[in-house]
């Protein structure tokens, strides 16, 4: 199925889709949201226009056929910021051929050259979650944009470019702040003049959030700053690291290393997950593991110590009564009264 979208900006983007595949709009307070009908697929297609040249456009949908939206019109088109949750979308500018997969927690950043198009490519039977920023750069630099100071060279030549005269795209992973805003921008249910509000500021969020993740991908004399997907992955390694291999002290450096970080990064996940450094997370899971033996097993605690990889045995019995308000010797208590 193809869709052709000839106008600007985001609310009249939403009506051309509704008319379209024959759907009314639902209009709250500027937000537009169109449901999918039932012959179609499923899911909605919803956005928002503002003052400030910005718009904001969420698919979060399900297609029963290939879906191929074309931006087509006689104007330059606006910098998307295009940002996947879940699923894929296919991108391709329309005067040529190649198609960008952006897939699960991938952005891209594009701008057409001159008047040429965008087209975005759904893919049937896929449940799909995507959201794009749409700034039109004419409108955009009537408001105060400081002269838009600090801005990586290239992003301030981009918003610079009013009328298109260079092609770009950028292509990268998303940050864990970008899916949280995501997901916080479904679930909140603000209503009326809150929810505009509300939209608008999450979308300058947004934008924050998506530029300062180029520039931290192109800074190439440091490592990465923003917490990615990526990184949250590499927690997920050490923690089975540690919980397949408890009785050895692992130290952060190593765990670090073998996961493929660093150890400022690792901190930051393991905090962002478990809200616990690494090593405190260690401990809890080394306490864990001797509670369990000193309730079920028959090794006594000089040994659950050495198993755990503790060496000092009233170290041991301090740091389980601070867990859990008792000691050591109350779980062997239990065991003996079960036996």
């Known amino acids: ?186 679930t909140r249910n603000y209503t009326g003049f809150l929810r505009s509000l509300f939209l608008e500021g999450k979308a300058f969020e947004m934008l924050v959030i998506q530029i300062a993740q180029y520039e931290d991908d192109k800074a190439e004399d440091k490592l990465p700053q923003i917490l990615r997907k990526s990184d949250i992955e590499k927690v997920d390694y050490v923690v089975k690291r540690i919980q397949g291999d408890l009785g050895s002290n692992l130290t952060v450096e190593a765990l670090a290393k073998e996961a493929g970080t660093n150890v400022n990064k690792l901190q930051e996940g393991f905090k962002y997950v478990y809200d616990l450094t690494v090593n405190k997370y260690m401990q809890h899971k080394k306490l864990e593991a001797a509670k369990e033996m000193l309730m079920n097993s028959e090794k006594n605690i000089s040994e659950i110590v050495v198993s755990i990889g503790l060496n000092n045995r009233s170290y041991f019995s301090k740091i389980f009564k601070e867990k859990y308000g008792v000691n050591p010797k109350y779980f062997l208590k239990t065991r003996n009264k079960q036996d």
């Open 1 to 186: 199925m193809r869709i052709d979208v000839k106008t600007l900006p985001v609310n009249e983007i939403i009506e051309d889709i509704a008319r379209i595949i024959g759907v009314e709009i639902e209009n709250g307070n500027g937000e537009y949201v169109i449901q999918i009908p039932e012959k179609l697929g499923e899911g909605y297609i919803r956005g928002a226009s503002f003052d400030t040249g910005m718009g904001v456009i969420t698919y979060n949908c399900k297609f029963y056929e290939d879906v191929e939206i074309h931006f087509s019109l006689n104007t330059v088109h606006p910098l998307k910021f295009i940002f996947c949750s879940q699923g894929s979308v296919g991108h391709c500018f329309q005067s040529q051929e190649k198609v960008n997969n952006i897939e699960t927690y991938q952005n891209i950043i594009v701008s057409s050259s001159g008047y040429n198009g965008h087209v975005l490519y759904f893919k049937a039977n896929e449940s799909t979650h995507v959201s794009s920023l749409e700034i039109i750069r004419s409108v955009f630099a009537s408001r105060s944009n400081h002269n838009f100071k600090d801005l990586d060279p290239t992003l301030k030549d981009l918003f610079r470019d009013n009328v298109s005269r260079k092609q770009f795209f950028y292509q990268g992973n998303y940050s864990i702040k970008a899916a949280d805003l995501m997901e916080e921008i479904d």
